[in-house]
């Protein structure tokens, strides 16, 4: 699936000492002249560590280059040499890949030495206990066993989306391998490969003595140990922003075009990610530019950012997403055209039985702007032969129409302001017509998605290459459709899952409303109305998915520390930290401003 960001008002400016703000090296011959001259000083092995996706070794030769111009002749040592061969890692990982189609299961203990070879461990330590500099590079050059062997122990960061498209495009290098990956299982870094690089990763921020961001080819940031503390540990004391996606696809629409997001290249909209655990950041601490870094960073503050109940009860994981799905055409679609496919989502129970995941996914559909036609599509009709429908999907395999679809699905005429609960089990999907900012939990540490489509059209998907709708039909999961479908009814749908709002705070200058819940529901939905300032309360507890739904910009702001701020354009998340506390928001536009606020019900 083609991935295209948008960095307009995504920068997260922090404050941070001095001292560490001036430690941090920019530019990728400085970076390399300043590790030089570490072993040039008397530190005699270093090792380059880090994620997926780095060109490791134009590192380490750059760095032996640099460091044979002063007279030292450094050994180099791929850490790729370190792994089992690509048939055991394979077989490693078979039980987490799994013969489902769709999904895997989660690796919940694997390390990266698991699938390393104790042989060439206790051969590269000999190695590096010996006479001379040493620079051990690649994907666990700083593991556990080579603590004691190490001077200096760098960390070389990636970000999700930059990683997922060098799989898709058949340009990642995995674990022991110096070139591409041939025939790699885009379940192998979903469900194994990405927990244990995770592992390492969480070992490294106690290990390191430096954070290297190498976001840019040709460019590198070096951050030492210090700064790279206060830099995390100052970033959740503030509204974090992050950098939005936009995804195509056979039912995507076109008002991103009127929405001024700077994004090329992009030619429909079906989703527009604006807020979860695998987008970016970007850090502007003061240096010579903003630093690019994954949003789960922030997850070593968790009992700051997501709280002390979260952080407690699911540890690591980021539990909220939030979506923005596109529904404007210019002119009429049918249904077809311009609906979701037909699809549930699984409870905690399912996803923990099935995949050893911590969380079920959980979501709203809450209306942000209702066109001619809008509409949602949710529940059974009253009268609708399930058993039939469940025949027809089967026998479609959506790839010949089901022409009676409608027969079967219940559809409700929306309008901005409605909000739709969507508890594990509901049939449902965006009719079109409409911009739904799509609230729901997040299942996955990583950031996977657990939708189970059981009819698309039979309609082909978007082919990004040709820019047309040409590409293959998508794939549905029907098994999993038939396991968690629960046959929730129009007349069921209509008392329990058509929320509407009750205020819960009113001042002469702004009230907040609550949608009424639904009991398996694990977060409320939550609205801020006013036309200059707000005010409202984390209260130490609840992290707060806040975004402006109504208006053009406004200014989210610490009660008690007023320098600990963000702006937040139309359509934008902020994502405000558990620890925050009382904030104002004030409105730099002027107007009618509406915020919508995703929190946790128990803190």
């Known amino acids: 699936m083609p991935v295209y960001e948008s960095i307009k008002n995504a920068d997260n400016k922090i404050k941070i000492s001095e001292k560490n703000r001036a430690s941090a090296i920019f530019g990728w011959d400085k970076v390399i002249s300043a590790l030089a001259d570490k072993v040039a000083g008397g530190a005699k092995n270093i090792a380059i560590d880090g994620w997926y996706g780095i060109d490791y070794k134009r590192i380490a030769e750059a760095l032996k280059a640099a460091l044979s111009a002063k007279g030292i002749e450094a050994k180099l040592l791929p850490a790729e040499a370190l792994y089992l061969s690509r048939e055991e890692i394979v077989a490693y990982n078979q039980p987490y890949v799994t013969d489902d189609p769709g999904f895997g299961k989660v690796n919940t203990k694997g390390v990266i030495e698991d699938v390393m070879s104790e042989e060439k461990i206790a051969e590269y330590k000999v190695v590096l206990s010996a006479e001379g500099a040493v620079i051990i590079y690649g994907v666990g050059a700083a593991v556990r066993a080579f603590e004691d062997s190490l001077s200096v122990k760098c960390y070389v960061d990636n970000t999700h989306q930059k990683v997922q498209w060098d799989m898709w495009e058949g340009r990642l290098a995995t674990f022991g391998q110096s070139e ?77 075009e009127q929405m001024d997001y700077g994004v090329e290249g992009l030619a ?148 901005e302001g409605d909000l739709y609960l969507i508890p594990p089990g509901t049939m449902h999907g965006h009719g079109g017509n409409q911009m739904v900012l799509e609230m729901d939990t997040n299942p996955s540490i990583n950031g996977t998605e657990y939708s189970f489509f059981e009819y698309d059209f039979a309609r082909p998907s978007w082919d990004d290459n040709k820019k047309t709708m040409t590409g293959k039909p998508l794939k549905m999961h029907l098994e999993h459709g038939r396991n968690m479908e629960k046959t929730r009814r129009e007349s069921w749908v209509k008392d329990n899952l058509l929320s509407t709002p ?90 009618r401003a509406t915020c919508v606020i995703q929190r946790w019900k128990q803190g």
């Not at 208006?551 to 998340?573: M, W, Y």
């Open 180 to 256: 591409p990956t041939k025939n790699y299982n885009w379940k192998e870094y979903h469900y194994s490969d990405y927990y244990m690089l995770a592992r390492q990763k969480d070992y490294m921020y106690g290990a390191m003595d430096y954070y290297i961001e190498n976001y840019f080819e040709d460019d590198l940031v070096l951050v030492p140990r210090a700064a790279y503390d206060e830099i995390m540990s100052t970033l959740v004391k503030y509204p974090i922003h992050e950098v939005k996606i936009f995804s195509p696809g056979p039912w995507g629409a076109y008002r991103y």
């Open 268 to 415: 429909n909209n079906a989703w527009n990610k604006i807020a979860g655990p695998e987008l970016r950041i970007l850090i502007d601490f003061g240096g010579e530019r903003s630093i690019s870094m994954p949003m789960l960073n922030a997850m070593q503050y968790g009992e700051e950012l997501v709280g002390a109940l979260i952080n407690k009860q699911y540890p690591g994981l980021f539990p909220l997403d939030i979506w923005l799905d596109d529904g404007w055409h210019p002119t009429k679609q049918p249904a077809e055209r311009i609906s979701m496919p037909m699809h549930i989502h699984p409870s905690s129970k399912y996803v923990q039985d099935n995949f050893n995941e911590p969380l079920g996914r959980y979501e709203t559909y809450y209306i942000a702007e209702a066109y001619e036609g809008a509409n949602t599509w949710m529940g059974f009709k009253d009268d609708a032969d399930i058993e039939e429908w469940e025949r027809l999907c089967e026998q479609s395999q959506n790839i010949t129409p089901i022409e009676n679809w409608k027969d079967f699905i219940a559809n409700w005429n929306s309008k």
């Open 502 to 591: 009750l205020v819960f705070k009113w001042t002469p200058e702004y009230f907040l409303d609550r949608y009424k819940s639904y009991s398996v529901m694990p977060y409320h939905v939550e609205r801020m109305h006013f036309e200059r300032r707000g005010e409202y309360s984390t209260e130490g507890k609840f992290m707060h998915m806040f975004t402006l739904s109504v208006g053009s910009r406004v200014t989210v702001r610490s009660i008690k520390n007023p320098e600990l701020s963000a702006e937040c354009d139309k359509f934008q998340t902020l994502v405000i930290p558990a620890s925050f506390g009382d904030y104002e928001v004030i409105n730099e536009a002027g107007g």
